[in-house]
């Protein structure tokens, strides 16, 4: 028995390119199993950055059609944008122990946290 679609919603752009970036990353490693099942479902339930035509209508890409579009976009490009939110961080609102950057850090080490406290 088929599962029922979720209820669409506009997908934000932010959330739309991490969807993306995630099954780029994926489909580099171990996880090309799962790249490939989550590409499929990006490109069913429509998640997928859209491309605007001259007009401004919106129009919907394959994966594939992405990554072509998007080739300065390395498979790791996700794990380099990890990589320097913490340092960046660090600069502005400095953890409470230097040099140990994790993204599941939690209070003074949480990659969330803001100058007043965190936000988890």
């Known amino acids: 028995m088929a599962e029922p679609a979720p209820a669409r919603r506009p997908v934000p752009l932010i959330e739309s390119e991490l969807y993306f970036l995630i099954a780029r ?16 479902e990006l490109e069913q339930y429509q998640l997928l950055p859209k491309r605007l035509d001259w007009e401004g ?35 502005e609102i400095p953890p409470s122990i230097s040099r140990v950057t994790s993204l599941l850090g939690a209070g003074r080490q949480s990659l969330l946290r803001t100058a007043k406290g965190t936000l988890i």
């Open 57 to 91: 209508n919106e129009h919907s890409r394959s994966y594939e059609e992405l990554v072509l579009s998007n080739k300065h976009v390395a498979p790791d490009h996700l794990l380099q944008i990890c990589q320097r939110i913490g340092p960046m961080l660090d600069k």
């Open 25 to 40: 990353y994926l489909s580099a490693g171990p996880c090309r199993r799962a790249a490939q099942v989550l590409v499929q």
